[in-house]
T-cell receptor, first 110, second 112 residues
Framework: GQQVMQIPQYQHVQEGEDFTTYCNSS?????IQWYKQRPGGHPVFLIQ?????EVKKQKRLTFQFGEAKKNSSLHITATQTTDVGTYFC??????????FGAGTTVTVRA | DSGVTQTPKHLITATGQRVTLRCSPR?????VYWYQQSLDQGLQFLIH???????AKGNILERFSAQQFPDLHSELNLSSLELGDSALYFC???????????FGSGTRLTVV
């Protein structure tokens, strides 16, 4: 079955620095979605990427979908304390079943 | 408030018991998804209902069952509970299958 791998599992970042989390699928995806879960909260939908090579930006967050539609990345610039949480990617297969990665848990050092 | 309502927020019960978790999707959303989140397992897909019909099953145990009612709310039934069933159970809904999900705030189940 479809598997979505996400690395790194943990990311400790100095405030103001940049970081990237990566997502890889064993199969070609119809789309990929990103979610953020704050500590003690629930996952919140951030964005969906559908097209091969698509790049979307949300303020300091840049999301990219690979050319082969099997990988994705989330890059955050100038990390702030508000970026703390776990970022999940979720890949949708052709039958729209969504498989979540294990998440990247981000902590920020002030 | 995400628009997806889950009740109860917390549940403590003994092993061997049965519980029912309830979810009301966001207005207009026909799809309801159930996920289990444990510390070491991430978000595990359990089951998906669309407009009252089961559409997909994930790693859902036989002791677990779910249904979606005509008013689109859904219930997840967990029976013969074991300590390992302790987890956060999330419900999510979406207007279109495969689009972004809106998650509820979850039910934290503790089995003692």
């Amino acid at each position: 079955g479809q598997q979505v791998m996400q690395i790194p599992q943990y990311q400790h970042v100095q405030e103001g620095e940049d970081f990237t989390t990566y997502c890889n699928s064993s199969t070609t995806l119809s789309n990929i979605q990103w979610y953020k879960q704050r500590p003690g909260g629930h996952p919140v939908f951030l964005i969906q990427l559908v097209k091969s090579g698509e790049v979307k930006k949300q303020k300091r967050l840049t999301f990219q979908f690979g050319e082969a539609k099997k990988n994705s990345s989330l890059h955050i610039t100038a990390t702030q304390t508000t970026d703390v949480g776990t970022y999940f990617c979720a890949g949708a297969s052709n039958d729209y079943k969504l498989s979540f990665g294990a998440g990247t848990t981000v902590t920020v050092r002030a | 408030d995400s628009g997806v309502t889950q009740t109860p927020k917390h549940l403590i019960t003994a092993t061997g018991q049965r519980v029912t978790l309830r979810c009301s999707p966001r207005s207009g959303d026909l799809s309801v998804y159930w996920y289990q989140q444990s510390l070491d397992q991430g978000l595990q897909f359990l089951i998906h209902y669309y407009n009252g019909e089961e559409r997909a099953k994930g790693n859902i145990l036989e002791r677990f069952s779910a249904q979606q009612f005509p008013d689109l709310h859904s219930e997840l039934n967990l029976s013969s509970l074991e300590l390992g069933d302790s987890a956060l159970y999330f419900c999510a809904s979406s207007v279109v299958v495969g689009r972004g999900y809106t998650f509820g705030s979850g039910t934290r189940l503790t089995v003692v």
